[in-house]
């Protein structure tokens, strides 16, 4: 059974930084591109963040670049989201989700941007308030 279980979220003040765990059993992160999603009420979801291990490229919406950072532990089998300078407008649930990758020939690749995700977590909440 595959589970991806996210923690590290809570209540932040602006300026302040969080670090979130997607804790991944029942498949393997460095054969998954995983990525970050956030949803705050009455608004889209958002792709954060995903990391895609076969060829180790990574990617951030505009809204947090140079402020989140995605990694990848392969032996804790857990992927990270290090969020610094956190705003008041970061504040929303976050989860995670893994996609399989696909072969092209003999090689295999994860990708992402992948329009649909296999697994998802539960996600957890994000709150950046003075």
């Known amino acids: 059974q595959v589970k991806l279980a996210e923690s590290g979220g809570g209540l932040v003040q602006p300026g302040g930084s969080l670090r979130l765990s997607c804790a991944v059993s029942g498949i393997t992160v460095n054969y998954f591109a995983i990525a970050w999603f956030r949803q705050a009420p009455g608004k889209e979801q958002e792709t954060v963040s995903c990391?895609?291990?076969?060829?180790?490229?990574?990617s951030y919406a505009d809204s947090v670049k140079g402020r989140f950072t995605i990694s990848k532990d392969g032996a804790k089998n857990t992927v990270y989201l290090q969020m610094d300078s956190l705003k008041p407008e970061d504040t929303a649930v976050y989860s995670c989700?893994?996609?399989?990758?696909?072969?092209?020939?003999?090689?295999?690749?994860?990708?992402?941007?992948?329009?649909?995700?296999?697994?998802w977590g539960q996600g957890t909440q994000v709150t950046v308030s003075s």
């Open positions: 990391i895609s291990p076969t060829d180790g490229d990574t």
């Open positions: 989700a893994a996609v399989r990758g696909y072969y092209s020939g003999d090689a295999y690749h994860t990708r992402c941007g992948e329009p649909t995700y296999d697994y």
